[in-house]
Structures are given as C-alpha cells and as structure tokens.
C-alpha cells in the first residue's frame, strides 16, 4: 500500500506534518533518497534529524532521519536504507512523488555547528546513510565561516554505495551558495568489501596514520581538530574511542567540546 491512497484510510496524527514526496531516486537495490515539501512553518539547524513515517496504519511507525537538506532549503531531503522487512523502510522505498510522508514537527540532533568549539579542521565520520547528516552540513555556508578546512570520510561496503556522497560534493561548485567555499571542502571515501579508489575502515586508516598521511595534514590534535561522527553503533564507539585516545573531548548542545556523537541513526 503506497502513502497516497494511505491518507484516504488513516487519520493523520495530532503533532504530525503531512508531506508530499516530490523526488525519488534509487542508487542500488539498498540505498535511495527523497525530496518533499517543507511546511513553512518548520525550523531545523543544519545537521539534525526528525521522526518521519507513513500514513499506513493506525498508528504509524516513526524512525529517525537526518535531514540531508540545508536550514535554508526550501525542500527536505532523506537519504535510506531499504530493509525488506523494516517496518517503516519496507514501505518507505516504495514511495513515489506525490505520495505522503509523515513527519514530526521537533527536530533535534547533535551534530550541530553550535556543539562544536571553534577549530581550524573539522573532520566528519560517515559510513553508508550516516552521510545524511554532513549533506547538510556541507551545504550550510555558517560550517565554512567556522572552519578553515572540512574533511568528509565517508565509508561503505560496495563503490557504488558511495555515489550519494561523490553527486553531491560535485554539485557545490556550481552551488550559488557554497561555490566560493568548495575548495575547502575535501571528500575522503573508502570501501570495505570491494575494489575501490581507497580500501579499509575509516578506523584502521586513522590507526595507521594512513588517513592523515593521504590528506597531506598531522593527526588529531584537539587544539586544532574537531569531528563529528554518525555510522553503526561499531563505528560510533571505535571512532570516538580514537578521538578520545588523542584527548578530544565529547561535547554537546549545552556544553560544545571538541566532537559530537549522533546516536539516533538508522541502521
């Protein structure tokens, strides 16, 4: 059952928006993206997340998503996994345009500019959908005005898994907003499972030195360094042990520190 004719059937939710989708695009038979209308009333800070679902039941199932958009877009965007039988995902990647998305009306998150002390480098660790975040992050101008140099690691299983993420660097040189800022901006990807440009977990590149060595700059220094991380429950607890090891500190948005952890992924 597709959202559209759902809406027929189910009462919407009190506290809930209603959207309709208005771009889909599948990049392999696990991972796609959708666009939909943004209510006018709705606020978020670039890098958080919000409940979304479908009109399919009574009561409808709501999982976390980043929102991949920019604060200042005037669309929102999501980027999924597909889970055969997830009982949100199930459904949601069969969505269409102009089908309904249900969606929460409080953001939040912690991967925000404002969790983060001032730094020279800002680094972000992503594996699979946990880029959702840093599309929104590199498309806000506010992350280049307070940070010299931004550093996107991103790491999947297969090369194709990675194309999200290479469309959308590609896109911001011609970004009216962002263009002059594109140079700051470096996209470190890698693959696990299969030949790609660069191989290996993002932590056994950042152990070896390998990662740093590759980007032409020295390793984590909290003086000058600061990260943000959003993956698997594995790699959130391996990533942040090693930005603890070079004596970061966890930070959040009523105390920001040297990098900031976002939990609420969906894997």
């Known amino acids: 059952m597709t959202s559209s004719t759902a809406t027929t059937e189910y009462a919407i939710p009190a506290g809930v928006f209603a959207e309709t989708v208005t771009e889909v695009q599948h990049y392999t038979d696990r991972l796609f993206r959708f666009r939909m209308t943004r209510p006018q009333s709705f606020r978020f ?62 953001p939040t998150g912690t991967l925000v500019n404002d969790a983060l002390l001032p730094g020279k480098r800002l680094y972000m660790f992503s594996t699979g959908t946990g880029i959702a975040p840093f599309a929104s992050l590199i498309r806000d101008p506010e992350t280049y005005e307070k940070f010299e ?30 263009g002059e800022f594109a140079d700051q901006l470096v996209h470190y990807a890698t693959t ?32 000058t360094d600061r990260g943000m991380i959003c993956g698997s429950m594995a790699m959130l607890k391996d990533v942040k042990a090693l930005l603890e090891q070079a004596g970061l500190y966890e930070g959040a948005n009523n105390k920001p520190a040297e990098f900031v952890v976002e939990r609420a992924f969906v894997d």
């Open 192 to 223: 696990t499972r299969e030949e790609g440009p660069k191989m290996g977990r993002i932590t056994d590149l950042m152990t070896s030195g390998r990662l740093y060595e590759e980007l032409g700059v020295p390793p984590l220094n909290p003086e």
């Open 45 to 106: 800070r670039s890098g958080e997340f919000v409940m979304i679902g479908l009109p399919n039941a009574v009561k409808p199932v709501f999982r976390a998503y980043s929102i991949c958009s920019p604060a200042w877009d005037e669309e929102l965007e999501f980027y999924s996994i597909k889970v055969p039988d997830g009982p949100l995902t199930e459904h949601l990647q069969k969505i269409q345009p102009g089908d309904t998305v249900l969606m929460r009306k409080k």
């Open 149 to 178: 140099q931004i550093i996107l690691c991103h790491t999947c299983r297969l090369d194709a898994e990675l194309q999200y993420g290479r469309d959308l660097v590609a896109a911001l040189k011609a970004d009216e907003l962002i």
